[in-house]
Structures are given as C-alpha cells and as structure tokens.
C-alpha cells in the first residue's frame, strides 16, 4: 500500500527572502571574522609604534612602524635647533634578547657604509650604547668611535615586548629636511664586540628615507632595495 502526500512548493518570493536572509548573514559573519583577525594579524607583523609605552619623561611627536626587522622609530625633530631627539625599538635576534640594536643616519649613501650608527647591547646586566662611524667592511670594536653628529642623552632599555628601546638626540645640519637612515639587529656580543647581523632580505631591506620636515614628516618611507649591501659586523 502506497500512501500518497502533497508537496507544497513555496512562493517565489519566499525562497528569495530566504536566499537574501543567509546571504546577508554569510556577509556579517565574514565582517565579523574580519574585524575579530585583524588586531591578530596587526600583532602579529608587530603592532603600531602608538602602542610603544616609554618610561616617564619620554615622548615623541611622530612615531612609524619600519617596514623590515619588526622595528619602529619615534622622534621630534626641532627644525629651529636642527636636534633629532629619537627612540629606536626592535628586538635582538638572538636567543633571550640576546644581541643588540642598532639604527643610524646616512648622510652620504643609502646603505651601512657612510652610517653614523647609534648600537646598544646589555653589558654586565645594563644596556649600553655606542656609536659608530660605519667606513667600511671592518668589524666593530668594543670601544665607540666618533660620529660625524653630536650625539647626547645616549640610553637603551628594555619593553615589556622584549623590545630594545634606543634613545638618543643628535645634532643635525642646518636646513636639513629628510636624511636616508638604516637599522639592524644582530644576534651576539662576545667580549662588547657586537657579531654581525644576518643576511636574510629583510636585514638587507633595512633602510629607508626619514623626511624630517614637510607634508611628509609622518613618513618613514622604505628607500629602494638593491643587490649590493654593506654591513655591521
């Protein structure tokens, strides 16, 4: 025996207000998803230097996220007094914290050599800074050498990130509106000789153009990357 039941189709316009009813759904999960990722995904390329919290008595008209070594570079620049008052943050590469940081200015070429270099390393528990005159391939020393900028108010210490902050102000020339700067991180200090950094590309795409003054002063802008490459070692 066969039992027999009517099917009712529904209307048209029924299974449209369905469609569109899971369509709009689909599309507000997929917002909501989005919006949930993205403070992941900004933590993970490593946050906004507005998020850098410094010690007391430390601020900084601009800051910018650089575009390699997971760095970030805060500063004022007096235009009146030409001084660059600036902090540095990135993390050493080495295992702990271990290494060091290190960022400078170029005055003369887009690379290390011709740098004017600002280096810290924690030494005997305490980070301490130098300065280095980057002339060449030759490895570092344990001594600084002098800069072709006065520099003052040297200092290093540690975020809660594991984060090395850099701090330091230098006296720039008269006039000077943007300046090619570098920065590195290197992974070992043996006997306050900072070793040389890798040579993956993101340590070969750490430099780029500071605009000090002008529309562009917000901007940290990633100079042109090329085969060649000098080097702190």
């Not at 066969?2 to 369905?18: F, G, I």
């Not at 943050?89 to 290390?112: C, E, F, I, L």
């Not at 030494?123 to 600084?144: E, F, I, Q």
């Amino acid at each position: 025996r066969y039992s027999w039941c009517l099917y009712l189709a529904p209307p048209e316009d029924m299974v449209s207000a369905t469609t569109m009813h899971h369509r709009r759904r689909s599309i507000l999960q997929l917002a909501l998803l989005l919006l949930a990722a993205s403070p992941a995904a900004m933590l993970a390329a490593g946050g906004s230097c507005e998020r850098e919290e410094f010690p007391a008595g430390r601020s900084y008209a601009t800051c910018a996220d650089l575009p390699a070594l997971g760095a970030s570079l805060h500063w004022t620049y007096d235009a009146a007094a030409s001084s660059l008052s600036l902090a540095f943050a990135a993390k050493p590469s080495g295992a702990s914290g271990a290494g060091w940081v290190a960022w400078g200015v170029n005055p003369t070429g887009d690379g290390m050599k011709g740098a004017q270099t600002l280096l810290a390393f924690k030494s005997k528990g305490a980070y301490v800074v130098n300065t280095y005159n980057l002339t060449g391939y030759r490895p570092l020393s344990a001594a600084s050498t002098p800069i072709a900028f006065e520099a003052t108010e040297l200092a290093a210490d540690e975020g809660a990130d594991g984060k090395v902050r850099l701090y330091g102000t230098l006296q720039l020339p008269k006039g000077m509106e943007a300046v090619n700067h570098i920065w590195q991180v290197g992974s070992t200090v043996a006997n306050g000789v900072p070793a040389k950094h890798a040579f993956a590309q993101e340590n070969l795409e750490a430099k780029g153009s500071l605009v000090l003054t002008g529309a562009g002063a917000t901007e940290a802008a990633p100079a042109p990357v090329f085969i060649s490459h000098d080097y702190l070692d």
